[in-house]
């Protein structure tokens, strides 16, 4: 028992000595802005040397990390920091759901970005990670997106955020991450209201796959909203991991915003499985008007069929045969058997 409990912590302190990027997300370098800033001074560089982080005055420290397919540099950052080696592995594993946890001298957050791709017209996620401490915060990103950008102009412009402690930038970055939820939600809603108007003009297979399409994205952001929803509920709690009782108002208002989204979300999937319904029965009446077309034709060739069938037999006592008109007739009678029924199905209102 002792020899495979040793076996495995050996396994264990490989893993943790050597992590490594579980992603897809590539740039061509991994781009370190380090951000100094307070009530009276702001500061933002681009660093190449990672001991220069070390913040050593009492400005707040803001420490961007963009790109995560460098390993070894992402963990040269975090053991400057004393950051745990499963936070670590946290961070470049993305292939996990958000989740919250609390270590001694910092708290960790895994959250999800999600934008809808312009040219596939997907959904596109990526992985932030936040790591918050005294005085200093590092966000972990796979590339470089629009989210987060606007709060680096508010502290340029020494906005009433730059006076405040680290928790309000952690409630910054959380909002602007989940204001860009309603964003997707947003296109996501346009293209409900696009694809409802085609199904009900005219009904194609296309749609039926972005009906399909839909609900994988909005099963999808259920899948990422819950855990989020339930790490914005501990930050909203009052006297919780260093966070002040007038931040935790704010966090209190995001995860407000994480329910709505939750609630819309639902009724997005409630709406796509009733067009999905929708495409099924117009596709069945489809059917049934081509079948009711080509039955009343089949319904009036039945007469016509019997008179070519009666006239066409080789008797030799068929008076009608020798009759100077009967071609005539023939025509008259059959063009006034096809109108006539086709008068009788319009007045039962079967066509």
């Not at 989740?99 to 791709?117: D, V």
């Not at 077309?293 to 037999?313: A, H, N, Q």
């Amino acid at each position: 028992m002792y020899k495979k409990d040793r076996n495995w912590k050996k396994i264990v302190d490989q893993d943790v000595n050597s992590p490594r990027y579980i992603g897809d997300i590539k740039v061509k370098e991994v781009i370190v802005r380090n951000t100094l800033y307070d009530e009276d001074s702001y500061s933002s560089e681009l660093i190449t040397d990672i001991k220069m982080l070390k913040n050593k005055g009492s400005k707040k420290q803001w420490i961007e990390v963009v790109g995560l397919h460098e390993a070894d540099k992402i963990m040269s950052i975090c053991n400057l920091f004393d950051i745990h080696p499963l936070t670590v592995e946290d961070i470049l594993n993305t292939a996990q759901n958000s989740k919250q946890e609390e270590y001694k001298n910092y708290l960790f957050i895994n959250l999800k970005e999600l934008t809808i791709g312009n040219d596939t017209n997907k959904l596109e996620t990526s992985q932030l990670s936040v790591i918050y401490m005294e005085n200093l915060i590092i966000t972990f990103k796979e590339s470089e997106t629009e989210t987060l950008s606007d709060i680096c102009k508010k502290l340029e412009s020494k906005a009433p955020i730059s006076s405040l402690g680290m928790d309000a930038l952690l409630y910054e970055i959380l909002d602007d991450l989940v204001d860009n939820y309603f964003l997707v939600l947003d296109e996501i809603s346009e293209d409900i209201d696009n694809t409802e108007d085609a199904l009900l003009i005219d009904p194609q297979p296309d749609l039926l796959h972005e009906i399909y399409r839909l609900k994988r994205i909005l099963i999808y952001m259920r899948k990422v909203l819950w855990p989020t929803r339930n790490i914005l509920n501990k930050l909203s709690k009052e006297d919780y991991y260093d966070i002040s009782n007038k931040t935790t108002y704010y966090f209190r208002d995001i995860y407000d915003h994480t329910i709505q989204m939750i609630d819309i979300v639902e009724t997005y999937r409630d709406i796509c499985s009733g067009m999905l319904d929708t495409y099924l029965s117009s596709i069945s009446n489809k059917t049934n008007d081509i079948m009711k077309v080509l039955t009343i034709f089949s319904t009036i060739s039945v007469p016509l069929t019997f008179l070519t069938g009666v006239y066409g037999m080789n008797f030799i006592n068929q008076p009608e045969l020798h009759f100077k008109y009967g071609y005539h007739i023939f025509w008259i009678a059959a063009v006034g058997i096809t109108f006539s029924m086709l008068y009788y199905f319009r007045k039962k209102k079967w066509i």
